[in-house]
Nanobody
């Protein structure tokens, strides 16, 4: 069972930046679809971004486009979420998720229930 480990959350002022990292406890992420979701208090889990490890094709939620960037580092077997121009409404627990790429369609990458592996979450708090 693959376990994903996130890091990089914290407290930042509005307009600031944070970079989240996600790496598996074992195994390589080759052939995987990796994503970030977030959930704030009292709200449903929300898609943030996803990336195909092999092709590098990525997609973003409208709410984070032009501010967040998802990327991968093959050498470190790690997926990142660079978050710039943070807003108070970005405050949430951010979760890394993954699954094998096969059987997915670009339109389905935002569906949380398609992902098999999840991290424990990392808190991001943006103060105004």
């Amino acid at each position: 069972q693959v376990q994903l480990v996130e890091s990089g959350g914290g407290l930042v002022q509005a307009g600031g930046s944070l970079r989240l990292s996600c790496a598996p406890s074992e195994g390589a992420l080759t052939g995987y679809l990796m994503a970030w979701f977030r959930q704030s208090a009292g709200k449903e889990r929300e898609f943030v971004s996803a990336i195909s490890w092999d092709s590098g094709v990525a997609t973003y939620a409208d709410s984070v486009k032009e501010r967040f960037t998802i990327s991968t580092d093959n050498a470190k077997n790690t997926v990142y979420l660079q978050m710039n121009s943070l807003k108070p409404e970005d405050t949430a627990v951010y979760y890394c998720a993954g699954r094998t790429f096969g059987g997915t369609t670009y339109a389905s990458w935002s569906l949380w229930y398609l992902y098999h592996y999840w991290g424990q979450g990392t808190q991001v708090t943006v103060s105004s």
